[in-house]
């Protein structure tokens, strides 16, 4: 817009939810030396916490031990985009996952009323729009016209969707009534708060070295455990032979000042519906609970042999890409300081499905892999690993993600090509959708390398 000032894209610096979540709680102890429980949980995100809280709320008799290498939340509980819904990525499983997915997210939203924990959650939806032609033919043949339950998503023609959400050149969009926005951090927070309040034990500042069956392998100390479960998620990789378990892709966000309203009225964006489109290069964002729009994506490279460092959680490049994608949605915002930037990893499996698995011979369970997807997905896991470490059988011990082991990922540098020849190719696809109109020839191709 011509005569005003271009707002920088931000550097990296802590989170949006980490900045407004309130006094950090007191730091807590590391574990030193040797201790003994029933259950060992190596990761204390929101599998983990999850799975303590179910263990502890079920069977107070069981001594359950979280360690965590950072702080609670350190991963991806505590940066990403403030998502609940009852998305899957992979389309064959999607139809059984979407229910227990969905009656998950009122299950989360009954534990933070019950135990007292404020994460700014609210139930407004997910608004996937098109703004494209090809957009608009790729997310129409995605449901049926008229939707079985109230519950399911419909579709919005541009006028319905302009109700929520005034994004400029819009022709429809499919409206999924299951999703929440929310304040990660605050969340898991109060998940650590609630584990431990029934008696979860949780250590800081500890991190694994090893897991075997029996045993967690500390820097300064041990737990022996008749179970240990494996919550790391997209820092899996570290751990001594899993380096191809699980493909660490970095997503990045940024998130504005708090705007004023008359800039809220020009946008439209009066409720919390999330918000997508249809590009294949995915952005995600949400109209924060202070007032400010948070906007996220893929696009920053995959690191060869599945590494991480905090030097990968912001990138200049992306979070401009980011910048002019906000502007391109919203040019009300175009003025708009970006305050925060940040990221990092998120856990692709090779198939792209979520998984858990618990095996009793063994002792050794693990859960995750959610490509991005995970805050009502690992608090189903860690409902449906609480009942398998427990014995219990339950509907959701019969999920189809409930499986004994997952296929690995190639060695590298097959590995790196495939990824980083994945995010080039999405991103070809969305260029060449926006200039002609029509659905890429890539597409099949991505879609069969997505589950899709």
Same mark, same amino acid.
């Given at each position: 817009?011509? /005569?005003?000032?271009?707002?920088?894209?931000?550097?990296?610096?802590?989170?949006?939810? $980490?900045?407004?979540?309130?006094?950090?709680?007191?730091?807590?102890? %590391?574990?030193?030396?040797?201790?003994?429980?029933?259950?060992?949980?190596?990761?204390?995100?929101?599998?983990?916490?999850?799975?303590?809280?179910?263990?502890?709320?079920?069977?107070?008799?069981? %001594?359950?031990?979280?360690?965590?290498?950072?702080?609670?939340?350190?991963?991806?509980?505590?940066?990403?985009?403030?998502?609940?819904?009852?998305?899957?990525?992979?389309?064959?499983?999607? !139809?059984?996952?979407?229910?227990?997915?969905?009656?998950? +997210? &009122?299950? *989360?939203?009954?534990?933070?009323?019950?135990?007292?924990?404020?994460?700014? =959650?609210?139930?407004?939806?997910?608004?996937?729009?098109?703004?494209?032609?090809?957009?608009?033919? %790729?997310?129409?043949?995605?449901?049926?016209?008229?939707?079985?339950?109230?519950?399911?998503?419909?579709?919005?023609?541009?006028?319905?969707?302009?109700?929520?959400?005034?994004?400029?050149?819009?022709?429809?969009?499919?409206?999924?009534?299951?999703?929440?926005? $929310?304040?990660?951090?605050?969340?898991?927070?109060?998940?650590? @708060?609630?584990?431990?309040?029934?008696?979860?034990?949780?250590?800081?500042?500890?991190?694994?070295?090893?897991?075997?069956?029996? %045993?967690?392998? $500390?820097?300064?100390?041990?737990?022996?455990?008749?179970?240990?479960?494996?919550?790391?998620? /997209?820092?899996?990789? @570290? =751990?001594?032979?899993?380096?191809?378990?699980?493909?660490?892709?970095?997503?990045? *966000?940024?998130?504005?000042?708090?705007?004023?309203?008359?800039?809220?009225?020009?946008?439209?964006?009066?409720?919390?519906?999330?918000?997508?489109?249809?590009?294949? =290069?995915? *952005?995600?964002?949400?109209?924060?609970?202070?007032?400010? *729009?948070? $906007? /996220?994506?893929?696009?920053?490279?995959?690191?060869?042999?599945?590494?991480?460092? !905090?030097?990968?959680?912001?990138?200049?490049?992306?979070?401009?890409? =980011?910048?002019?994608?906000?502007?391109?949605?919203?040019?009300?915002?175009?003025?708009?300081? +970006?305050?925060?930037?940040?990221?990092?990893?998120?856990?692709?499996?090779? &198939?792209?499905?979520?998984?858990?698995?618990?095996?009793?011979?063994?002792?050794?369970?693990?859960?995750?892999?959610?490509?991005?997807?995970?805050?009502?997905?690992?608090?189903?896991?860690?409902?449906?690993?609480?009942?398998?470490?427990?014995?219990?059988?339950? !509907?959701?011990?019969?999920?189809?993600?409930?499986?004994?082991?997952?296929?690995?990922?190639?060695?590298?540098?097959?590995?790196?090509?495939? +990824?980083?020849?994945?995010?080039?190719?999405?991103?070809?696809?969305?260029?060449?959708?926006?200039?002609?109109?029509?659905?890429?020839?890539?597409?099949?191709?991505?879609?069969?390398?997505?589950?899709?």
């Amino acid at each position: 817009m011509p /005569g005003r000032r271009r707002p920088a894209a931000a550097a990296a610096v802590p989170s949006l939810w $980490l900045d407004t979540a309130g006094p950090a709680p007191t730091p807590r102890p %590391r574990l030193l030396g040797r201790l003994t429980a029933d259950v060992a949980i190596v990761g204390a995100g929101f599998t983990g916490l999850w799975t303590a809280y179910h263990l502890r709320r079920d069977d107070p008799t069981l %001594r359950v031990a979280v360690v965590e290498r950072e702080i609670a939340g350190f991963g991806a509980s505590g940066r990403n985009g403030g998502w609940c819904s009852a998305l899957f990525p992979v389309q064959s499983m999607a !139809p059984a996952m979407r229910g227990p997915l969905a009656a998950t +997210i &009122d299950d *989360i939203d009954a534990v933070c009323r019950a135990e007292g924990i404020d994460c700014d =959650l609210v139930k407004d939806g997910f608004l996937e729009l098109a703004t494209t032609p090809a957009q608009l033919t %790729r997310l129409r043949a995605t449901l049926p016209s008229v939707p079985a339950v109230d519950s399911a998503p419909r579709w919005l023609d541009a006028d319905q969707a302009a109700r929520l959400v005034r994004v400029p050149g819009a022709l429809g969009g499919i409206l999924d009534p299951q999703c929440a926005a $929310l304040h990660p951090v605050k969340l898991v927070r109060g998940l650590a @708060t609630a584990a431990q309040r029934h008696g979860a034990e949780l250590f800081e500042h500890s991190p694994a070295e090893r897991i075997e069956p029996g %045993r967690v392998v $500390l820097a300064d100390g041990e737990i022996q455990a008749g179970v240990v479960v494996r919550a790391t998620e /997209g820092y899996t990789p @570290t =751990l001594p032979g899993l380096r191809r378990d699980l493909a660490p892709v970095y997503s990045l *966000i940024i998130a504005t000042e708090p705007l004023p309203e008359s800039v809220w009225a020009e946008i439209g964006w009066d409720r919390r519906v999330t918000l997508s489109d249809g590009r294949r =290069l995915l *952005i995600y964002a949400q109209r924060s609970a202070d007032g400010r *729009i948070v $906007l /996220g994506g893929r696009g920053a490279p995959y690191h060869f042999g599945s590494r991480t460092s !905090p030097a990968f959680d912001s990138s200049p490049a992306v979070f401009e890409h =980011l910048r002019r994608t906000l502007v391109t949605l919203f040019p009300a915002a175009a003025n708009a300081r +970006i305050t925060h930037g940040w990221g990092g990893p998120l856990a692709v499996p090779r &198939d792209w499905t979520p998984g858990v698995s618990f095996a009793p011979d063994t002792g050794l369970a693990w859960a995750g892999g959610y490509v991005g997807d995970g805050v009502a997905a690992a608090a189903l896991a860690g409902r449906t690993l609480a009942d398998l470490i427990r014995g219990q059988h339950s !509907p959701r011990t019969e999920l189809p993600w409930v499986v004994d082991r997952r296929r690995p990922w190639e060695p590298e540098p097959a590995r790196w090509l495939g +990824i980083n020849a994945g995010r080039l190719l999405a991103a070809a696809a969305d260029t060449r959708e926006n200039r002609t109109g029509r659905p890429s020839r890539l597409g099949p191709a991505l879609d069969h390398l997505t589950g899709h």
